[in-house]
């Protein structure tokens, strides 16, 4: 049979074309127009675990989020400020092009759009959409080039969230717990400066607000009730936190120090057990370095 030469010609004649294409004018291999800047968005603590729950609060894009970047380009020193929205799968739509193959960019994120990074605020009322609304992010500059092979904005959560577990003690029924006023009180509601270098805010200090708790359905598993808040970083302890309300009494949880210094981006955990007399049997877990889905 005759052997032929003519794939080895063809990987020679590549070769000579990628050499050609490296060793002359870097603009005129680059694409008229530049070339799409393409990103993605990540929540920090992705779960697949929770993939059917889609809320940046539990650490996923439902899609059609509004958040707001800011892209310097390296080049030419200028900021662009765009307000675009994350699809489901984490994919970020700008109009930004790559304007030469040496130019980086840094970008940083915010979520909402107009979250204000000196005085942001969460939600008095976090029943229902308060919960979401009171979510706040912020993505650390990314620096990226157009052959970065990650070009990820990752989100981290500015504010701490807390969840608590109830339960029903000696003289209260489940009825009564169910049906009993649960506020976390004495705090402010209204937070610091937003670092945009690391994704946190400043602890501000405690004050006379107080927030109605998102519930959370069903409640932890052996639980009557599970609730849970987003605040600005903050320290609780020592300060009247947990108020119930139930059966004509009223009663109050007071972390001990070192209970309840909220820091950003971290979710701590109470395990209460409400009885006819107060609050007792307490159990307090900070849940590592971010938030994790309340199962």
Known sequence: ????????????????????????????????????????????????ANAQTRATTENRWEGGEMVRLWIKNSISGSTDEIYTSVDSDGKLITNIDWTSPDEKKFINGVYPLLLNLERFSVQADQRDKGYQDSDCMVAPSLRITVT??????????????????????????????????????????????????????????????????NEVTPAAADYVRTVRALLPPQNMSGRKFVKIVIGGKTFYYTPAAGEANFFSGKMYEYRLTVTSEGIENIDMEEGGGTWQPVE
């Open 148 to 213: 970065s092979p990650d070009k990820t904005l990752v989100f981290r959560h500015v504010t701490a969230k807390v969840v608590v577990h109830l339960k029903a003690g000696n003289g209260v029924t489940d009825y009564e717990l169910r049906t009993a006023t649960v506020t976390f009180e004495n705090l402010t509601c209204t937070g610091g400066n937003i670092n945009l270098n690391n994704g946190t805010a400043g602890q501000v200090r405690p004050g006379t607000d107080h927030i109605t708790p």
């Open 1 to 48: 049979m005759k052997k032929t030469n003519i794939p080895i010609y063809i990987m020679y004649l590549w070769a000579a074309l990628v050499l050609v294409a490296c060793t002359g004018d870097d603009d005129a291999a680059w694409p008229e127009g530049g070339v799409p800047l393409e990103l993605y968005a990540a929540v920090e603590g992705y779960s697949s």
